[in-house]
């Protein structure tokens, strides 16, 4: 069993940044690949990024890349994304999740395991 706890969701200005951290746990977390996904009010939730068990290879939605990093620490048992360049069309609730595939994973179907989201809102 995996238990998820996400925090640093808040207000931002557009161009400012945050990171969000997912504290796991578990004593699985550290094989487990994780991801970041997001809802926003009115539409289905979507892939933002997810990282292997080891943090040896990452994956990221093409809205998100090169403006949001995720990273692990397996000894800390929490995964982080770091959110930079924001804009008013990342708003949405964000949530962590954890999946058994051994590498990147992409569809939500494939997690397991989810945290109750943190508020992201960034005013323009």
């Known amino acids: 069993q995996v238990q998820l706890v996400e925090s640093g969701g808040g207000l931002v200005q557009a161009g400012g940044s945050l990171r969000l951290s997912c504290a796991a746990s578990?004593?699985?977390?550290?094989?487990?690949?994780m991801g970041w996904f997001r809802q926003a009010p009115g539409k289905e939730r979507e892939f933002v990024a997810c990282i292997s068990w080891s943090g040896g290879s990452t994956y990221y939605a093409d809205s998100v890349k090169n403006r949001f990093t995720i990273s692990r620490d397996n000894a800390k048992n929490t995964v982080y994304l770091q959110m930079n360049s924001l804009k008013p069309e990342d708003t949405a609730v964000y949530y962590c999740?954890?999946?058994?595939?051994?590498?990147?994973?992409?569809?939500?179907?494939?997690?397991?395991?989810w945290g109750q989201g943190t508020q992201v809102t960034v005013s323009s």
């Open positions: 578990g004593r699985t977390f550290s094989s487990y690949t």
């Open positions: 999740a954890g999946s058994p595939s051994t590498g990147v994973a992409v569809y939500s179907w494939r997690y397991n395991y």
